[in-house]
Structure formats: structure tokens, C-alpha cells
């Protein structure tokens, strides 16, 4: 967790200069015409061997106090000054910082992080790292350059909507591959489960699993209706009838529309039968 004076400096920001203790204040400026300035807070990320296996000690520069338009790209080239970039980790908080599966989805398991965000910066040798904190003595950074613009405005959201269009095939292709893996992994376990039925452990206790004659199947539509109405039955036979007042007025009045209902049905009947006789002695 960041001491309270940090957690201010990365939600406001710090003129250069007025760091928190530990910490190296780079001035950025989003792009030449701008005159204001942004303060980003670096220092070199230091944990316990073997707590953090995604961003390695020494060769880890953390940041804080990340806009929301300076992505992973931005950063990557900020820092190429300073040495090689191997890899930029952009989070919501500050966390232990586990080697996460690299994402292959092109359509599932993307989070959209909003506000402002704290970054790893891994670089290939451990003087990167020196080197980037050495940049506050240089003036301001500009996130967006000509060779390098990032969109903001109609641009961007003109760029977010065409790559929020799923093209068909591509994203079926991806279903099936995905379904391919999940149908092999699913066959290597049950091979696997088959292979050790029956046989002990190492304190000789034998798994006894349940197996029914016939496998189970997905169910339809109409067996969903037939358990929610079973259900429905079940909970009706729970409640208590003509117990409250209201449940005994209800129950008046759906007696009395009911003979009301019937008594015109049977005048209908009468007169329908009346008209429908042959011998009218009058």
C-alpha cells in the first residue's frame, strides 16, 4: 500500500521538485503547444527476491501518476532514450506482480482501464534505470510528437468505434479454436481419471467416483420449463393460503367475479338454446 502523502501526488500530480521522498518528479507535456505540464513520479522498483517474478528488481522502473492518454506505446518510447524497453505493464493499483498469461484473445478478456493509472517499465539492462530517473534534469517530455501522435477527440473515437466492429470470421475462428482446446484438454482429463480409477494413493485410498448409465445431456428448452414449473408448484405448496386478511378479501373477490362470469355463460347457453328450438307452442 502507498503512504498517504504518495496516494495525494499520484491523484494531483507534483510541480518538478516536489516529490515524494524516494521518488524522481519527470515533467511531460502532451504535445509542443501545450503549456501546461504533467508530473510523472518514477523511482526504481524494488520488492524481495522472488516476490515479483513479472517485473524483476534492478531493471524495473515504476510509475506513478499516469495520464489516461499515455499508453503502453507512449511510455515505451518516452523511456527508449534511456536503453532498451523490454516490456510496459500499465494497472489500476499498484499489486504483486505475477506472470500473467499473455492474453491471445483478440475479443475477450480486455479490461478498458479509465482515470489516472501506475506503470512497470522493464528494461533490458539495470543502467536504463538510473538513466530515466537522470531525464528530470531535462525539459518537459512530449507524450504526442508529430512521428508519433495520439489521437484524442473525434480521431479517437472514430478509432475506438471501428475497432469495436467483430469481424464474423475471425471471431468464429477463434471460438473454434478455443472449443478445439477445451474438447482436448477435457479428453486428456477424463484419459487421465480412466487410467487412475482404481488404483491407490500413496496412504492407499482408493477415489470412488459415481458414474450413471446414461451421460448426462444438456438440457432443452422445454425440460427448463418443465423444472421452472415444477419449482413454481413446490413454492405454492409452501405458502400459506387465506392466512393474512388481504389473502381472504382476494380470495372473496375471485369467488364472486367467477359466479359472476358463470352466471352470464348460462345466460348465454339459455338463450341460445331458446332460439335454437323448433316447437314454439307460442
Known amino acids: 500500500a502507498l503512504p498517504r502523502a504518495e496516494k495525494m501526488a499520484a491523484a494531483t500530480g507534483c510541480a518538478a521538485g516536489a516529490a515524494p521522498a524516494g521518488y524522481t518528479a519527470l515533467a511531460v507535456k502532451f504535445a509542443e503547444r501545450q503549456r501546461s505540464q504533467h508530473c510523472l513520479l518514477v523511482k526504481e522498483h524494488q520488492v524481495r527476491e522472488g516476490t515479483d517474478t513479472a517485473h524483476p528488481p534492478r531493471r524495473t522502473l515504476f510509475v506513478l501518476n499516469v495520464p489516461p492518454y499515455c499508453g503502453p506505446d507512449s511510455l515505451s518510447r518516452l523511456f527508449s532514450r534511456c536503453g532498451h524497453v523490454q516490456s510496459v505493464d500499465i494497472c489500476d493499483k499498484p499489486g504483486p506482480g505475477e506472470k500473467k498469461d499473455k492474453l491471445t484473445s ?3 478478456d480486455h479490461k478498458t482501464l479509465k482515470g489516472f493509472q501506475v506503470a512497470y517499465v522493464v ?4 543502467a536504463a534505470v538510473q538513466a530515466a530517473k537522470a531525464l528530470s534534469q531535462q ?5 504526442s510528437t508529430e512521428s508519433h501522435p495520439v ?10 468505434y471501428e475497432a469495436s466492429i467483430v469481424d464474423p470470421k475471425e471471431l468464429k475462428a477463434e471460438v473454434d479454436a478455443y472449443m478445439q482446446d477445451y474438447d482436448k484438454k477435457m479428453a486428456e ?10 488404483v491407490p494413493d500413496e496412504e492407499g485410498w482408493v477415489k470412488v467416483t459415481r458414474k450413471g448409465r446414461k451421460p448426462g ?8 420449463l418443465r423444472v421452472l414449473e415444477k419449482e413454481k408448484r413446490k413454492r405454492a405448496r409452501k405458502e400459506l393460503l387465506n392466512f393474512y386478511a388481504w389473502q381472504h378479501r382476494e380470495t372473496k373477490r375471485e369467488h364472486i367475479a367467477q359466479l359472476r362470469k358463470k352466471f352470464e355463460e348460462d345466460k348465454q347457453r339459455i338463450a341460445l ?8 307452442p307460442y
Open 123 to 126: 528494461f533490458r539492462k539495470p
Open 139 to 143: 525539459g518537459p517530455l512530449l507524450i
Open 106 to 108: 483478440k475479443f475477450f
Open 273 to 280: 338454446m331458446r332460439a335454437q328450438r323448433k316447437f314454439r
Open 151 to 160: 489521437k484524442t477527440g473525434i480521431s479517437k473515437w472514430i478509432a475506438s
Open 189 to 198: 482429463e477424463e484419459a487421465k481419471a480412466a487410467k487412475e480409477e482404481g
Open 217 to 224: 445431456l444438456p438440457r432443452t428448452e422445454a425440460a427448463n
